[in-house]
C-alpha cells in the first residue's frame, strides 16, 4: 500500500492508531475534508446538533470510559462553541482532544468566511494547542495531543486544521518519539515525602483524608479504599471525587463544603491533619480559606505541582500521581506497622459517629405535597440499587444528586465541577452511554440546564443511544433563587422559567424519545419504573417539583465552614454577609 | 517588589503568547519582558521581571506550559541585569556643555545631536540607567525608549567549600 495519502486521511489514521473508536462532532467548510475519510474508517462519528453539545458529549464519553474523548467542529464558530467545553474539561481535569477546522493558511489574518483565530482564543482554555501548517507534521501533532490530554494532570488539547493542510498530499509515517523537554510528569512521589507523611498520619489523632477528581482520574480508588482502611482514616470525596470510596464504606463521610455534609465539613475543620489527594482546596471546598480546617497540618498529594501551595500552604508536599502515591503510601504503612493495627483514634470516630447521628442529610417528602427532588433521586437509586451512571448539571438538582445518590464506584458520577456549566447533563449523559452502552446512564438535570442544550436528545434518538433524563422541573433557575432568597432580599429577579411551557413530555416526544410526567409524589415509583424498563429509545421524564426548596445544609460563598447552616430555621442575620461579599 | 525571573522555552510559534497569555490570565504583572534567542537555536530566552510579592506560582505556572524547559529566579547579587535606552533631552546652547558633562559620568553615548536637542544612548545596570534619567529629567525628556531587561546568572564556581571562589 501506498504511503501517500492527504492530511484529512493521516489525520483519521492518526486517531485510529491511537484507538479513537468514536468522535462527537458537526461538520462545515474547513473540516470538509476530514469528513471524507471519515466514511470509510471504523470510527463512529456521532452527529450532534450544537458543537456545544459534542464536545461535552466527548466530555462525558471520557468521563465514563476513562479514555480519551475526542470532538470535532469547522473553523470560525464550530470551533468558539467547543470553548465552553473545552475551558469545562480543563477545570475538571478530563481528557479531550478537539479537532477544528481552520480556513486555508494563505486565508489566515485575512477574516476569511467563517475564520476564527482558534488558537489564541482556545490557549487559554486547553492545556495545550496546536496550528498545524504542514500536512507532514499530522502524525507527530496527533500522537503529542494525546499525550499530553490523557497524562499528568488530564486535559483538553485542541489541533487546529486548515483546510489546505488537509487537502495536501503527505507520506505517512508513524509517529517520531515524542520530544517534549519541558513536560515531565512525575508518576511516583519522592520517598523521603512518602515517609515524612506516613510519620505525619501515624502521630495524628484526627485525621481526614480529603480527596478530590485526581483520585478518580488516576484510577486510584482500589488503592484509596486500601490506605483508607489500613491507616484508619476518615475519608471526605470532594463534589469531583464521588464515587472513589463507596457511599455505604463506614470511613466514607461524603460530601464536604459549601453544600457538603455537616460530618464531612467540620471533620475536615476539626481535624489535625488533611491528607489532601488529587484535590485543589477549591472555593466552594474551603469556604473562606483563613478559617478553613485551622489547626490542621497539610499533606498534599497532586500531579500538578502548581496546585500545590496555591492555596494552602503544605507541610509535606508530595507530587505524583495520585495511584502511584497512595500505592507507595499503603506500602511504607505496611512496613511500619509491621503487621499491627494501626493506632486508635476511638475518640475521633465517635466524635465523627455523633456529628453523623445529630445531623444527618435529610428530606422530609409530604405524601400530599409538590414532589421533593431527593426523594426522585432517592427512589431512583433505590430502584437500579445504584448500579448506574449519574450525570448531572448544574445547580440545586447536582447538589441533591450528590448529596442523595450512594456512590459505590468510580466513574459513575459525571458533572460539571469547576466551570459549572449549566446545560452539560444532556449531551454528557449522551456521550456517557454512547461509551458505555451496557450501563444504565441516568442524567439529573433541572430545567434552566435541559432548555440549554436539551436538542441533544435528537442526537441520542437519532443515533440510537438511549440516554435517561429526569428534568427536575420546578420552574426556576433554582439555584440562582435561592441566593436571591437568601442575599436579595426575596427579590426574584429573571429566575422564574414557568413549569408549564414548555411541555417536557411533548417536547421530548416530538425529539424520538418517551416523555413521562409525574406531578405528585404518588407519581414518582411508577414514572421511574417505566423511564428504567425502556431501553430502545432515550426517555424524559418530567417531574412537576417543589418551586421553593432549598438546598441545605449550606455554608454562605465566602463564608467560614465553621458556620453551616442546616435549614431556614438558622440564617445568617440580615447584616451577615451582604451580596457584593459572595460569588 | 520587583523579582527577575529567567524562562528557558522552546523556540515554537506563539510561545511569547502563551508566557504573555498565562501571566494576564492569572493576574501577574509584568513589569518588563525580553525575549531573544540562545547558544541553542531550538531554544530562546525569556527574561521576565515581575511586580508581586512572591514568585512560587508565577514559576510554578511558567512549568505548566508544554514549552518551558527551565525557570531560574535570579535572586538580587545573584544575577547579572543589563537594560538599554535611548533618551532624547532638551539641550539649549547654555547648557549643552553641563549636559555633555553628565553623560560623560555616565559613560553614555551621544547618538544623535539636534538644534535643541541631545540624544544619548546608555547601557548598563538598570540602576545607573534610572540615576541618569532623573538627572536628565529638569532638563526636559523629550523621547524615551527603553528595553525590557535581560539577565544571565553569575557563574560561581565554588572549590568543594561553600562560598569560596576557586582561584583563577
Known sequence: ?583 | MNHVINVQVENKPGVLARVASMFAGRGFNIHSLAVGPTADPAMSRMTVVVDGPEMEQVIKQLYKLVHTVKVTELTPGQGIEREIMMVRVNAEADKRAEILEAAAIFKAKTVDVGLATLTFELAGDPGALADFLELMRPYGIVDLAKSGRVAISRDIKTNGKKGRLRSA
Open chain 1, 1 to 583: 500500500m501506498s504511503n501517500t495519502m492527504t492530511g484529512a486521511q493521516a489525520l483519521i489514521h492518526a486517531l485510529e492508531s491511537q484507538g479513537v473508536d468514536i468522535v462527537f462532532g458537526v461538520p462545515g467548510g474547513a473540516i470538509l475534508p476530514a469528513y471524507d475519510p471519515l466514511l470509510d474508517s471504523p470510527i463512529r462519528h456521532v452527529l450532534a446538533r450544537h458543537e456545544q453539545g459534542a464536545g461535552h458529549m466527548a466530555s462525558g464519553y471520557a468521563h465514563a470510559t476513562g479514555r480519551v474523548g475526542v470532538m470535532v467542529a469547522t473553523s470560525g464558530p464550530g470551533a468558539t462553541n467547543l470553548i465552553t467545553p473545552l475551558q469545562d474539561c480543563y477545570m475538571d481535569s478530563i481528557p479531550v482532544v478537539a479537532i477544528t477546522g481552520q480556513v486555508a493558511t494563505h486565508s489566515i489574518g485575512n477574516d476569511a468566511f467563517q475564520e476564527a483565530h482558534t488558537w489564541g482564543i482556545s490557549m487559554p482554555a486547553t492545556k495545550h494547542n496546536y496550528l498545524v501548517t504542514d500536512a507532514a507534521d499530522i502524525p507527530e501533532v496527533v500522537n503529542e495531543a494525546f499525550h499530553l490530554a490523557s497524562t499528568g494532570r488530564p486535559g483538553p488539547v485542541l489541533i487546529d486544521l486548515p483546510k489546505d493542510v488537509l487537502a495536501a498530499t503527505m507520506n505517512w509515517h508513524d509517529p517520531k518519539e515524542i520530544k517534549l523537554p519541558g513536560y515531565r510528569p512525575s508518576v511516583k512521589g519522592h520517598p523521603l515525602q512518602v515517609k515524612a507523611a506516613i510519620d505525619m498520619i501515624l502521630e495524628s489523632e484526627q485525621p481526614v483524608l480529603y480527596t478530590g477528581g485526581g483520585v478518580i482520574r488516576a484510577g486510584g480508588a482500589a488503592e484509596l479504599r486500601a490506605f483508607a482502611e489500613l491507616a484508619d482514616l476518615p475519608v471526605v470525596t470532594t463534589l469531583m471525587a464521588r464515587g472513589a470510596m463507596p457511599d455505604s464504606h463506614p470511613l466514607c463521610l461524603g460530601m464536604s463544603g459549601m453544600h457538603g455534609s455537616y460530618t464531612a465539613t467540620t471533620a475536615i475543620q476539626r481535624s489535625d491533619l488533611l491528607v489532601t489527594i488529587g484535590a485543589r482546596f477549591d472555593d466552594r471546598v474551603t469556604g473562606e480559606v483563613k478559617s478553613f480546617a485551622p489547626d490542621a497540618k497539610i499533606i498534599h498529594v497532586d500531579v500538578d505541582p502548581a496546585e500545590i501551595g496555591k492555596v494552602r500552604k503544605a507541610d509535606v508536599p508530595i507530587v505524583g500521581d495520585a495511584k502511584a502515591i497512595l500505592g507507595q503510601l499503603i506500602e511504607v504503612m505496611e512496613k511500619k506497622l509491621g503487621g499491627k493495627r494501626s493506632p486508635e483514634r476511638t475518640d475521633w470516630h465517635e466524635q465523627i459517629a455523633e456529628w453523623q447521628r445529630d445531623y444527618p442529610l435529610k428530606f422530609d417528602q409530604d405524601p400530599e405535597g409538590p414532589i421533593q427532588q431527593q426523594y426522585v433521586i432517592s427512589e431512583l437509586h433505590r430502584l437500579t440499587g445504584g448500579d448506574a451512571i449519574v450525570v448531572a448539571g448544574v445547580g440545586q438538582h447536582q447538589m441533591w444528586a450528590s448529596q442523595f445518590w450512594g456512590f459505590e464506584r468510580p466513574n459513575t458520577w459525571i458533572n460539571s465541577g469547576g466551570l459549572g456549566t449549566m446545560g452539560y447533563a444532556v449531551p454528557a449523559a449522551v456521550g456517557a452511554k454512547a461509551g458505555k452502552p451496557d450501563e444504565v446512564v441516568f442524567a439529573i438535570d433541572g430545567d434552566g440546564c435541559f432548555q440549554m442544550t436539551m436538542q441533544e436528545l435528537i442526537t441520542a434518538s437519532v443515533e440510537g443511544i438511549p440516554a435517561k433524563i429526569a428534568v427536575m422541573n420546578n420552574g426556576s433557575l433554582g439555584m440562582v433563587k435561592q441566593w436571591q432568597k437568601l442575599f436579595y432580599h426575596e427579590r426574584f429577579s429573571a429566575t422564574d422559567l414557568t413549569n408549564h411551557t414548555p411541555d417536557y413530555v411533548k417536547l421530548a416526544e416530538a425529539m424520538g424519545c418517551v416523555g413521562i410526567r409525574a406531578e405528585r409524589p404518588a407519581d414518582v415509583v411508577p414514572a421511574l419504573e417505566k423511564a428504567l424498563a425502556i431501553n430502545d429509545k432515550p426517555v424524559v421524564v418530567d417531574f412537576v417539583c417543589d418551586p421553593d426548596a432549598m438546598v441545605f445544609p449550606m455554608v454562605v460563598a465566602g463564608g467560614s465552614n465553621d458556620d453551616v447552616i442546616m435549614s431556614m430555621t438558622d440564617l445568617p442575620d440580615p447584616a451577615g454577609p451582604q451580596p457584593e461579599d459572595v460569588i
